[in-house]
Every structure is written in structure tokens, then in C-alpha cells.
């Protein structure tokens, strides 16, 4: 069992940056895939960013790519996604999920989640 809680998110201007963190309960995290989904109002939980166990395997969303960067702790338990140069269309609600695989693009491919954390980015 994993149990997941974010945090980091809030108001922004454009261009600006927000750090998210994911905190991970569970003695496994280091096996598992980590990733952020998002989800924006009146749309689906899309995938932005994810990190395999080694943490040198990571993948992006095109949207977000050259902008977002994506790390993990293995001592800390901790998932961290560095959002640079935000635009109004990253406005979402940002959810942290384990995979006890190999790293997935959909939501049914993650196992566990937190309850998310709003970020708002203004123009």
C-alpha cells in the first residue's frame, strides 16, 4: 500500500514557476513509477510527467516539455515536478501516481493516487 500527498500548488502569474511535491508513504517507493497527471476544468486527466525507478528514466508530455522537469528522492520518498515558465492553459488540479511497473501514459496504468493540488496561473 502507498499513500500519496501533495503539495506545492496555488496562484501564479504567466511566466512564472511552481515546485510540486509528492510525499510517498510505503517502504517500495523506489521501485515504483511516479508520475503527475493534471486535470483541468471540463476536461480528462491527462499525463505530464513521470520518472521510472531509476531516476534518470523520465518522459513529458509534448506540452510540457522544456518547461516542466520531473525528480525524485528515493531516500526522501518524494517525487518533485519543477514547473517553469507556466502558461494560463497549465491551470489544473496536478495528481501524484504510483505504478509498481514500468513507467505508463494512462490513468488506468497507476495504482495509487493523492487527492491533488490545485495550481491557478493567471494571465
Known amino acids: 500500500q502507498v499513500q500519496l500527498v501533495e503539495s506545492g500548488g496555488g496562484l501564479v502569474q504567466a511566466g512564472g514557476s511552481l515546485r510540486l511535491t509528492c510525499v510517498a508513504s510505503?517502504?517500495?517507493?523506489?521501485?515504483?513509477?511516479m508520475a503527475w497527471f493534471r486535470q483541468a476544468p471540463g476536461k480528462e486527466r491527462g499525463f505530464v510527467a513521470a520518472?521510472?525507478?531509476?531516476?534518470?528514466?523520465?518522459d513529458y508530455d509534448d506540452s510540457v516539455k522544456g518547461r516542466f522537469i520531473i525528480s525524485r528522492d528515493n531516500d526522501k520518498n518524494t517525487v518533485d515536478l519543477q514547473m517553469n515558465i507556466l502558461k494560463t492553459e497549465d491551470t489544473a488540479v496536478y495528481y501524484c501516481?504510483?505504478?509498481?511497473?514500468?513507467?505508463?501514459?494512462?490513468?488506468?496504468?497507476?495504482?495509487?493516487w493523492g487527492q491533488g493540488t490545485e495550481v491557478t496561473v493567471s494571465s
Open positions: 501516481a504510483a505504478c509498481p511497473r514500468k513507467i505508463g501514459y494512462h490513468q488506468w496504468e497507476y495504482t495509487y
Open positions: 510505503g517502504h517500495l517507493f523506489s521501485t515504483y513509477a
Open positions: 520518472s521510472g525507478w531509476l531516476a534518470r528514466n523520465v
